[in-house]
């Protein structure tokens, strides 16, 4: 099974050969595509000769990762990972459940994702569904089940979905994977080991919550997340859920203190 990395960048990341890095690391050497303003683009190859460097089409970072898809040679399964974000060694656990499972049909596999700052250092990490038959229903109370970085998708999946959708500015990866889960593609949770680390650092688009949190709405209204089972089931689902990141939450409060995550996001991020 060989997997594709796609990282939309500027080419200014000071994060970048971090990034590279890690994903060179991953088992197998996956395909890494970079996908970069056109001026970008010459500079880039030559300080990363083992990286394909491809220009982004215009049309935001979805557009750019729908660009490196595209151009991504025979590949069987995919995630893209951000060029200030690393995926870390248990990584490997989730590439591996997927070429397990053989890499034909539709899946989508997931493990834990651990929050760094600018310096690399933790500051916590992003609860993730304990069991995928929950999903749906968590989805409907506008709790994530799944954070992009610690999935892998098969080349099935990104094919039935049709790609991101490049309209959205904040959100792709969460509408592709809440879209993913309302057509009936089924889920893995591999391992609640941290997999990949989601980088807060002051400037990125996580801190515009604001604008975020109307696309989000946007989406949810879109897909109809909302539309779900009895209230017994979305209460069961919800305190699954936080039952299973008891640590997780537990970790927040003793270093951030009694804030949500999306108040963790402004403040860090």
Known sequence: ????????????????????SSVAAVAGAPEHVLVAPADKVAALARRYP????VAEPGGGMYAAI???????????????????????????????????????GPRIAYGGVRLIDAEGRRIGAIPISPTPEIN??????????????GTVATRAVVELMGGFNASLRFCGDSEFLARACLRGIPF?????????????????????????????????????????????????ARWRFRLANAPIYAERIVRHGFVSFDELLTRLG
């Open 66 to 104: 729908n660009a490196g898809l595209a151009v991504g040679r025979a590949w069987d399964a995919f995630t893209y990972i951000n060029d200030d974000d690393v995926l870390l060694p248990d990584f490997a656990a989730v590439v591996n459940a997927v070429r397990e499972g053989g890499a034909g």
């Open 136 to 149: 749906r229903a968590l989805y409907a109370q506008r709790l994530e089940p799944v954070f992009q970085h």
């Open 50 to 53: 083992r990286v394909a460097v």
């Open 1 to 20: 099974m060989k997997l594709l990395v796609v990282t939309p960048t500027l080419g200014e990341s000071p994060w970048l050969e971090e990034t590279i």
């Open 188 to 236: 893995l949770r591999v391992t609640r080991r941290e997999v990949a680390a989601f980088r807060l650092r002051p400037g990125q688009l996580t801190k515009n919550r604001p604008a975020m949190i109307a696309e989000r709405a946007q989406v949810d209204s879109s897909l109809e997340l909302e539309r779900t089972g009895p209230a017994a089931e979305l209460r069961m």
